[in-house]
């Protein structure tokens, strides 16, 4: 063989061995191809163009269909299932307004920055079912009502700052007097929690027709009212006398046998009761929090106002805790109750027949979220925001996949993981999903009106 022959035969192999010959792409396969700024400055086509534009951009525009799958979901758009399904359901109007249930978490730092207004806005206009979050999400919040945090730098010195009572978070400063009036502001509200916690005796007049209707039980100190049909009487009450006859130590039996001799449906009686105080879960205290700021710039505020609830499992990790330890040499007792919100984040879960979670960061709340859905064998559109790796093991770090070996998210979801900064990420999410969703149902709302 020639040089020449060799030369072209080994140039053969490296070709072959370089360039391996290509399948043919499936027909549809998109294409990656970025936004064209001469067609002018459009931001929405801007974002609707990330879907293709590669990288995470690519996973910003599935996080954006992964919401708006959540927003547009309704129970009419599947058939009546009388095997998982109440009567009521069959009902056109029902099935319409029955919607998916969103669950959003997001760590603290998404209060410390901008992205509070953006959660607030979520709240306000009822875009949001649960909420998720750490301590440091609530007091901030709060304090944001009294003073702002302000910009700083990352390079800022810690000594200097702390020299000064400026704590830094991230580029983010507060100063020592944001937390003082916070305390402030809370010392007396868990000095009135602390109170109603304690049981009182009360004297109620009621007619016998509403007492007949009540769920009763014999307990150990006599009958407990366990269900009531007027708000002059509070569940688990126990049953101390009737028109002054005593029913201490009485079965429920017993109760109802007097109750018998009382004529007339219509006759009054009068009840002195045993009244167990409240005993308030982290989500109950942060209801309480949000009604007595009275702010409508408090995500808190929308919450209480809105009735969605906020779940906080690690609530004393931070002022709240501060406040509730520095009270706690004033006076004892104060319970903060965890198992009735596992309870209610669990039922609200199961009880929903969709389900979408959005978690900005991971720790606690994501977990918390996750664990809900695990509930319902997972949830059906999911979506992280955050900068975590999954090398190490954390569940802050996992990948949405992870989550579905736990039966957290639905085996035939469609789930998201954006990696970067919620700070900016969020803001561009919810401007692409919620906003629009919202100024539509508006715009539907305005041409109701005028064409009726």
């Known amino acids: 063989m020639s040089m020449e022959a060799k030369e072209s035969s080994g140039c053969d192999k490296a070709t072959e061995a370089v360039l391996v010959k290509s399948e043919d792409m499936p027909e549809g396969t998109p294409e990656c191809k970025g936004f064209d700024f001469n067609k002018g400055l459009d931001y929405d086509a801007l974002f609707k163009s990330f879907i293709h534009h590669g990288f995470q951009a690519t996973h910003f525009g599935l996080a ?74 609530i007091e901030e919040d709060i304090m944001k009502c009294f003073f702002p945090h302000y910009m700083g730098d990352f390079k800022l010195r810690g000594k200097d700052l702390r020299l000064k009572g400026f704590n830094r978070i991230g580029n983010l400063l507060v100063p020592n007097k944001n937390y003082i009036a916070f305390e402030d502001w809370l010392k007396p509200i868990l000095a009135k929690m602390l109170d109603e916690q304690e049981p009182t005796v009360q004297n109620v007049t009621i007619l016998k027709k509403h007492f007949s209707r009540m769920m009763l039980r014999t307990c150990k100190a006599g009958t407990m009212i366990i269900e009531s049909e007027t708000s002059k009487i509070k569940a688990k009450s126990t049953i101390l006398s009737i028109n002054d006859i005593a029913m201490t130590g009485k079965m429920e039996e017993d109760v109802k046998s007097f109750l018998d001799k009382i004529s007339g449906d219509n006759s009054e009686i009068k009840l002195t009761l045993w009244v167990p105080g409240e005993v308030f879960s982290p989500s109950k205290i942060i ?166």
């Open 64 to 137: 954006v269909e992964q919401i708006n799958s959540m927003l547009r979901w309704r129970l009419s758009h599947q058939k009546f299932d009388p095997n998982k399904e109440t009567e009521e359901f069959k009902d056109k109007q029902v099935r319409e307004n029955t919607r998916c249930t969103i669950f959003l978490g997001y760590t603290s730092n998404m209060v410390s920055c901008g992205n509070r207004e953006i959660i607030r806005y979520l709240m306000q206009h009822r875009m949001i079912n649960c909420v998720v979050t750490t301590g440091g999400a």
């Open 287 to 452: 209801r309480r929090m949000g009604k007595e700021i009275d702010n409508k710039d408090s995500i808190l505020y929308w919450a209480y106002k809105n009735d969605i609830p906020i779940f906080c499992p690690a609530i004393t990790d931070g002022a709240v805790g501060d406040v509730v330890f520095f009270h706690s040499y004033q006076k004892e007792g104060m319970i903060i109750d965890t198992a009735q919100d596992i309870k209610k984040i669990n039922e609200m879960a199961m009880n929903a027949p969709k389900t979408g979670m959005i978690i900005l960061g991971g720790g606690i709340v994501k977990h918390h979220i996750c664990n809900a859905n695990l509930m319902r064998n997972g949830a059906d559109f999911s979506v992280f925001v955050n900068t975590g790796q999954e090398f190490d093991g954390s569940d802050s770090g996992a990948r949405p996949d992870e989550a579905i070996s736990w039966g957290k998210i639905r085996l035939d979801a469609k789930p998201v993981k954006v990696y970067g900064d919620a700070s900016l990420i969020w803001p561009l999410l919810v401007s692409q999903t919620f906003v629009k969703y919202i100024e539509q149902a508006s715009a539907n709302e305005e041409t109701k009106g005028t064409t009726k």
